[in-house]
């Protein structure tokens, strides 16, 4: 331990421990819902007042949920992140009204709000700050309550969305945020690193990167490029894009949708019961650059949107930065223009179904500044095939399906499948053909082979649609991309994702990061911190001591020369005078 932090030169898993005195009404807080007709404010949107409504009290059961839920965030990230361990208390003095003013044992003290908002579901953010690394060992909370399931969640139930939520905002607090990341460093050294955000134009679209060492190695391995280059000739080195769109608490702090779709740190939530949004090695590598995080990669899973591993092992060329109409494969944009029998909301990964187009094109109020930036580069970015759908904002406008329903394991949907049971149990043989069920309203179940020969081309079958059975055309996937994806679908890594020489299908599996909750030693390291502290202060007050007496010794010094000098110069002056 040096003088100015508290942390201890040894990595542990995170101990995360949780305050809900505002959250329950244990301690007083006016912006809290505590009956019908109560005015709060908003605090992500200006302080507008809001009214509050039966959905927006907080019940013992409601309470229950998030207590529940964050438990479950918490054990799964002190299975993922190791910290220098914090070797103090973490003191919430400057807070009123809570009871547990000294917090021992943890690394990060999180403290929960009930917050009405029209903006957000949940937020947080860190408030706190570890003084020689900047690690935030503080952060708070906010709840909506209206956004509050009926039952606690967990990583792997099938509906983990609301799981998704506090996880999401928990790894905000950790530092995943804008104003923070000027402030990341490399493990070994706590200086700042001087760019670590890079920007350039596009199409004549701004794009922001993070451009630290382990977000330059993601970028370099998904896109295959080492730079990326603007329309002036200005280039950055290749990065993880951040959001440009969402407001003030969005932009800047996400991942890019455009380009991350499927990642949990993008900048919006799906809103359905559907286990869809993934923790990956986009946000691992984020977090390592920070220079505060070890990480255990086998608990994250690949990001398979846009992978290179995904369609022949080669990155998608221009995938980056170009126009998504025209770089992405199929599936990834939802082709929803087509008539029902040739409709297609089938997901990038064959695995979900959703809704594409948000708004229709022809109906876009362009003096309306959501639209604003569409309106600027809808021919030369945005929309240069003139799809009659478009996306939302934060996603670029781009109609990717937002699922509705997702495949259990072992389980897909083919291309054009719309019924409402979509999804088949699959069969991979290599990557030459695989086998899938496919359910026929009117024949049962079908057995479909789909091989090399056979791509893209379309079978019948029948589906029922606005309560009438329709005939409706599917057509086949390339075996090797359905395959490969299905593979980095249904896997966790099993080898480090951020070595550059790693491939997530081939190669050796590597020994997992070792990961023990051993925490013994560290009393001995609080004393020995402590005996340390009180070595370095007394230091400090010695030489503060001997500065001061140096000074009042040179003071006392000065003063007799002064004195020594009149006394000697008195009779020298009176025997001139009589000379003269």
Same mark, same amino acid.
Request: with cysteine; charged share 25%.
């Given at each position: 331990?040096?003088?100015?932090?508290?942390?201890?030169?040894?990595?542990?898993?995170?101990?995360?421990?949780?305050?809900?005195?505002?959250?329950?009404?244990?301690?007083?807080?006016?912006?809290?819902?505590?009956?019908?007709?109560?005015?709060?404010?908003?605090?992500?949107?200006?302080?507008?007042?809001?009214?509050?409504?039966?959905?927006?009290?907080?019940?013992?059961?409601?309470?229950?949920?998030?207590?529940?839920?964050?438990?479950?965030?918490?054990?799964?990230?002190?299975?993922?992140?190791?910290?220098?361990?914090?070797?103090?208390?973490?003191?919430?003095?400057?807070?009123?009204?809570?009871?547990?003013?000294?917090?021992?044992?943890?690394?990060?003290?999180?403290?929960?709000?009930?917050?009405?908002?029209?903006?957000?579901?949940?937020?947080?953010?860190?408030?706190?700050?570890?003084?020689?690394?900047?690690?935030?060992?503080?952060?708070?909370?906010?709840?909506?309550?209206?956004?509050?399931?009926?039952?606690?969640?967990?990583?792997?139930?099938?509906?983990?969305?609301?799981?998704?939520?506090?996880?999401?905002?928990?790894?905000?607090?950790?530092?995943?945020?804008?104003?923070?990341?000027?402030?990341?460093?490399?493990?070994?050294?706590?200086?700042?690193?001087?760019?670590?955000?890079?920007?350039?134009?596009?199409?004549?679209?701004?794009?922001?990167?993070?451009?630290?060492?382990?977000?330059?190695?993601?970028?370099?391995?998904?896109?295959?490029?080492?730079?990326?280059?603007?329309?002036?000739?200005?280039?950055?080195?290749?990065?993880?894009?951040?959001?440009?769109?969402?407001?003030?608490?969005?932009?800047?702090?996400?991942?890019?949708?455009?380009?991350?779709?499927?990642?949990?740190? !993008?900048?919006?939530?799906?809103?359905?019961?559907?286990?869809?949004?993934?923790?990956?090695?986009?946000?691992?590598?984020?977090?390592?650059?920070?220079?505060?995080?070890?990480?255990?990669?086998?608990?994250?899973?690949?990001?398979?949107?846009?992978?290179?591993?995904?369609?022949?092992?080669?990155?998608?060329?221009?995938?980056?930065?170009?126009? #998504?109409?025209?770089?992405?494969?199929?599936?990834?944009?939802?082709?929803?223009?087509?008539?029902?029998?040739?409709?297609?909301?089938?997901?990038?990964?064959?695995?979900?179904?959703?809704?594409?187009?948000?708004?229709?094109?022809?109906?876009?109020?362009?003096?309306?500044?959501?639209?604003?930036?569409?309106?600027?580069?809808?021919?030369?970015?945005?929309?240069?095939?003139?799809?009659?759908?478009?996306?939302?904002?934060?996603?670029?406008?781009?109609?990717?399906?937002?699922? !509705?329903?997702?495949? #259990?394991?072992?389980?897909?949907?083919?291309?054009?499948?719309?019924?409402?049971?979509?999804?088949?149990?699959?069969?991979?043989?290599?990557?030459?053909?695989?086998?899938?069920?496919?359910?026929?309203?009117?024949?049962?179940?079908?057995?479909?082979?789909?091989?090399?020969?056979?791509?893209?081309?379309?079978?019948?079958?029948?589906?029922?649609?606005?309560?009438?059975?329709?005939?409706?055309?599917?057509?086949?996937?390339?075996?090797?991309?359905?395959?490969?994806?299905?593979?980095?679908?249904?896997?966790?890594?099993?080898?480090?994702?951020?070595?550059?020489?790693?491939?997530?299908?081939?190669?050796?599996?590597?020994?997992?990061?070792?990961?023990?909750?051993?925490?013994?030693?560290?009393?001995?390291?609080?004393?020995?911190?402590?005996?340390?502290?009180?070595?370095?202060?007394?230091?400090?007050?010695?030489?503060?001591?001997?500065?001061?007496?140096?000074?009042?010794?040179?003071?006392?010094?000065?003063?007799?020369?002064?004195?020594?000098?009149?006394?000697?110069?008195?009779?020298?002056?009176?025997?001139?005078?009589?000379?003269?």
């Amino acid at each position: 331990m040096s003088l100015g932090t508290f942390s201890s030169d040894k990595w542990r898993p995170i101990r995360i421990t949780t305050n809900y005195d505002y959250f329950e009404g244990i301690a007083a807080d006016t912006e809290r819902c505590t009956k019908i007709g109560q005015i709060v404010h908003d605090s992500a949107n200006n302080g507008a007042a809001l009214t509050c409504t039966e959905a927006d009290l907080l019940t013992p059961e409601r309470i229950k949920v998030v207590k529940i839920t964050t438990q479950n965030v918490i054990n799964f990230l002190s299975n993922l992140l190791k910290v220098r361990t914090y070797l103090r208390n973490i003191q919430i003095d400057d807070l009123e009204g809570l009871v547990n003013k000294n917090n021992e044992n943890t690394d990060l003290l999180m403290v929960f709000h009930s917050r009405l908002s029209n903006t957000f579901i949940a937020s947080a953010y860190g408030d706190r700050y570890e003084l020689e690394y900047y690690r935030p060992i503080r952060g708070v909370v906010n709840i909506n309550p209206k956004y509050i399931p009926k039952a606690a969640q967990n990583y792997n139930d099938t509906d983990n969305n609301y799981f998704n939520v506090i996880l999401h905002e928990i790894t905000h607090a950790l530092g995943f945020n804008s104003y923070v990341f000027r402030q990341f460093h490399s493990y070994d050294d706590s200086t700042f690193y001087k760019d670590p955000i890079c920007n350039i134009t596009k199409f004549g679209r701004g794009f922001s990167f993070l451009v630290t060492p382990y977000a330059h190695i993601f970028a370099k391995k998904r896109f295959g490029l080492d730079k990326f280059v603007g329309d002036d000739g200005k280039s950055c080195p290749s990065g993880i894009e951040l959001e440009d769109g969402g407001g003030v608490g969005t932009a800047g702090s996400h991942l890019e949708s455009r380009t991350y779709e499927s990642e949990y740190m !993008v900048g919006s939530d799906t809103g359905q019961p559907t286990p869809y949004l993934r923790l990956t090695d986009a946000t691992l590598a984020v977090l390592m650059d920070s220079g505060n995080y070890k990480v255990n990669w086998a608990k994250a899973v690949p990001l398979v949107f846009g992978h290179p591993e995904s369609i022949n092992g080669k990155p998608i060329e221009n995938f980056a930065l170009n126009p #998504p109409e025209i770089v992405l494969p199929s599936n990834y944009i939802a082709n929803d223009d087509a008539d029902f029998e040739f409709m297609d909301l089938t997901g990038f990964d064959y695995k979900h179904l959703g809704i594409g187009g948000w708004f229709n094109d022809s109906s876009v109020n362009c003096s309306e500044s959501y639209f604003g930036q569409y309106c600027k580069l809808k021919d030369t970015y945005y929309n240069p095939k003139h799809k009659k759908t478009i996306g939302t904002q934060l996603a670029d406008f781009q109609a990717y399906p937002s699922p !509705v329903k997702v495949c #259990p394991k072992g389980q897909a949907i083919l291309p054009g499948i719309i019924t409402k049971n979509p999804c088949g149990e699959y069969k991979c043989n290599g990557y030459e053909s695989f086998e899938i069920k496919v359910n026929d309203e009117i024949d049962g179940i079908k057995t479909i082979v789909c091989t090399k020969e056979n791509v893209g081309k379309y079978f019948n079958f029948s589906a029922l649609f606005d309560g009438q059975i329709r005939t409706k055309r599917a057509s086949c996937p390339d075996p090797e991309r359905f395959c490969r994806t299905m593979k980095l679908t249904e896997m966790n890594f099993n080898k480090d994702p951020l070595d550059p020489k790693t491939l997530v299908l081939e190669g050796e599996p590597q020994a997992p990061p070792e990961w023990s909750f051993d925490y013994s030693d560290v009393d001995d390291e609080i004393k020995e911190s402590k005996r340390t502290l009180i070595i370095i202060i007394s230091v400090v007050c010695v030489v503060i001591v001997i500065i001061i007496a140096s000074i009042i010794a040179c003071c006392v010094c000065c003063i007799r020369k002064k004195k020594k000098s009149e006394i000697s110069e008195t009779p020298i002056e009176e025997l001139n005078e009589r000379l003269a």
